[in-house]
């Protein structure tokens, strides 16, 4: 029996000093994204129910010098459809509606309603236009409260993508619907069944709605772009915007107890859960994004709203659980995801370097001049200022591309790279745009 206990005593410590060494790993890359103004923010990394990692990397406001901790409060942004998803299957265990319900039935005069079903708002098969893309009111009107009736205003009448269940669009759109369901069907707002529902059973504190007029101390200012401390901060999306396709705010830990519960089956059955992970179209649940990891089933959703970029992924076969929230726009969270994985599977990564800038006569610089189509929706504007090359994708911000050598660009606080192609005449016929691993060609139209 001594010797049991000794060898017990000795199997700990091991374990200990290789957790000890996982979190020294996992502290060095976030370390090195942040050293290199590509990750602002906060992270946790936990596996078999141990916390490898939890900790802010950067600033909650940098006007006020202030540093992001574990206990910074972001907007999630589209993190927050799996929460209405899982709403609306607790109200389908409660017989108050079911996923075949048509929309008609809700909205009685929503054009096409009687074609679309609430399980198509969840999956993204609608085809209702995402009202997200209408640039304007993204512009100009966000930071406003919107009634529901705005809201719907902005896509009801739009046509349709697709016939319903027959293609695939992400569309906030739909999931502002869901919240509208939930209220019409509960009598209550979307914010309190919710915090019935979720919130308060998991004693998610920390978690709410109403971000523009929240209080704490803890909550993080959103930046478009933080690289020094006069960056102007991003305007903030009112609630009754983004609603229950974006409105939460959460910490590190309230998402790390909702992994918990899910792993338990205190909210959702496994049953239910089984549901929201089978992919219907374009590897979506319901509000899940679906892939495998090592041959099993990883799971999670990424946000984005002005000022936040947010991921959660999970592996719950492994009760792997990481949580990445940045209050400075970061593009890099699945590359980050990504590397972290490979860490927690024992496979290779690379740390990410920094890049030398050159500079690039504008002589030459004006060979990279017109206009490049990624696809056909998304182009890209190369035009030059004060000497720099500016990249303007489509409905997007510009942004600045630094020369690392000549025909190799790259965006400074994402992972980004530009390498021009030439002909056999050395004129510039396009770009290869490298980005989260993927390799585009990309034709240079005009």
């Given at each position: 029996?001594?010797?049991?206990?000794?060898?017990?005593?000795?199997?700990?410590?091991?374990?200990?000093?290789?957790?000890?060494?996982?979190?020294?790993?996992?502290?060095?890359?976030?370390?090195?994204?942040?050293?290199?103004?590509?990750?602002?923010?906060?992270?946790?990394?936990?596996?078999?129910?141990?916390?490898?990692?939890?900790?802010?990397?950067?600033?909650?406001?940098?006007?006020?010098?202030?540093?992001?901790?574990?206990?910074?409060?972001?907007?999630?942004?589209?993190?927050?459809?799996?929460?209405?998803?899982?709403?609306?299957?607790?109200?389908?265990?409660?017989?108050?509606?079911?996923?075949?319900?048509?929309?008609?039935?809700?909205?009685?005069?929503?054009?096409?309603?009687?074609?679309?079903?609430?399980?198509?708002?969840?999956?993204?098969?609608?085809?209702?236009?995402?009202?997200?893309?209408?640039?304007?009111?993204?512009?100009?009107?966000?930071?406003?409260?919107?009634?529901?009736?705005?809201?719907?205003?902005?896509?009801?009448d739009k046509p349709l993508d697709f016939s319903p269940g027959t293609g695939w669009n992400y569309s906030n759109s739909?999931?502002?619907?869901?919240?509208?369901?939930?209220?019409?069907?509960?009598?209550?707002?979307?914010?309190?069944?919710?915090?019935?529902?979720?919130?308060?059973?998991?004693?998610?504190?920390?978690?709410?709605?109403?971000?523009?007029?929240?209080?704490?101390?803890?909550?993080?200012?959103?930046?478009?772009?933080?690289?020094?401390?006069?960056?102007?901060?991003?305007?903030?999306?009112?609630?009754?915007?983004?609603?229950?396709?974006?409105?939460?705010?959460?910490?590190?830990?309230?998402l790390y107890r909702w992994h918990n519960a899910l792993l338990t089956n205190t909210i959702l059955t496994k049953a239910?859960?089984?549901?929201?992970?089978?992919?219907?179209?374009?590897?979506?649940?319901?509000?899940?994004?679906?892939?495998?990891?090592?041959?099993?089933?990883?799971?999670?959703?990424?946000?984005?709203?002005?000022?936040?970029?947010?991921?959660?992924?999970?592996?719950?076969?492994?009760?792997?659980?990481?949580?990445?929230?940045?209050?400075?726009?970061?593009?890099?969270?699945?590359?980050?995801?990504?590397?972290?994985?490979?860490?927690?599977?024992?496979?290779?990564?690379?740390?990410?370097?920094?890049?030398?800038?050159?500079?690039?006569?504008?002589?030459?610089?004006?060979?990279?001049?017109?206009?490049?189509?990624?696809?056909?929706?998304?182009?890209?504007?190369?035009?030059?200022?004060?000497?720099?090359?500016?990249?303007?994708?489509?409905?997007?911000?510009?942004?600045?591309?630094?020369?690392?050598?000549?025909?190799?660009?790259?965006?400074?606080?994402?992972?980004?790279?530009?390498?021009?192609?030439?002909?056999?005449?050395?004129?510039?016929?396009?770009?290869?745009?490298?980005?989260?691993?993927?390799?585009?060609?990309?034709?240079?139209?005009?």
């Amino acid at each position: 029996m001594k010797k049991l206990a000794v060898l017990f005593a000795a199997l700990c410590v091991v374990l200990v000093s290789f957790s000890q060494q996982m979190s020294a790993k996992l502290d060095t890359i976030l370390s090195t994204y942040a050293h290199l103004h590509k990750f602002n923010g906060s992270v946790l990394v936990a596996k078999k129910a141990t916390i490898l990692l939890n900790k802010g990397y950067g600033y909650r406001n940098a006007a006020g010098n202030v540093v992001n901790d574990e206990n910074t409060i972001y907007q999630l942004g589209s993190i927050t459809k799996q929460f209405t998803a899982a709403i609306i299957l607790k109200l389908q265990e409660e017989k108050k509606l079911r996923v075949q319900d048509k929309l008609s039935k809700y909205f009685p005069a929503y054009p096409k309603g009687d074609s679309i079903t609430i399980e198509q708002l969840l999956t993204h098969t609608s085809g209702i236009y995402n009202y997200t893309q209408n640039g304007d009111f993204m512009s100009k009107e966000v930071t406003n409260p919107a009634t529901r009736e705005k809201i719907m205003a902005l896509f009801k009448d739009k046509p349709l993508d697709f016939s319903p269940g027959t293609g695939w669009n992400y569309s906030n759109s739909g999931y502002s619907l869901l919240g509208y369901i939930i209220e019409i069907v509960t009598g209550k707002p979307y914010e309190e069944v919710v915090r019935k529902y979720i919130f308060t059973p998991l004693q998610m504190t920390h978690s709410g709605f109403d971000f523009t007029h929240l209080k704490s101390t803890e909550k993080a200012t959103g930046y478009f772009k933080l690289d020094n401390p006069n960056a102007a901060p991003a305007p903030t999306v009112d609630s009754s915007v983004s609603f229950s396709a974006g409105a939460i705010y959460s910490t590190i830990g309230d998402l790390y107890r909702w992994h918990n519960a899910l792993l338990t089956n205190t909210i959702l059955t496994k049953a239910q859960q089984e549901k929201a992970y089978t992919p219907v179209r374009n590897k979506y649940g319901y509000g899940w994004g679906i892939d495998s990891l090592e041959g099993k089933r990883r799971v999670g959703h990424g946000g984005g709203i002005h000022g936040f970029i947010t991921n959660i992924a999970r592996v719950p076969e492994d009760d792997v659980c990481i949580v990445l929230l940045s209050n400075a726009s970061d593009q890099t969270l699945e590359e980050i995801t990504k590397t972290i994985f490979n860490v927690l599977y024992n496979k290779p990564y690379e740390l990410p370097k920094e890049r030398t800038i050159i500079k690039i006569p504008e002589e030459t610089l004006r060979q990279y001049i017109g206009e490049y189509e990624v696809r056909p929706d998304l182009h890209v504007v190369i035009s030059i200022k004060e000497g720099e090359l500016i990249a303007l994708p489509t409905g997007q911000s510009e942004s600045v591309i630094h020369a690392e050598k000549e025909d190799f660009f790259f965006v400074k606080e994402q992972d980004i790279q530009v390498e021009f192609t030439r002909n056999d005449k050395k004129e510039v016929t396009g770009f290869i745009l490298h980005q989260g691993g993927a390799n585009v060609p990309c034709k240079k139209i005009k």
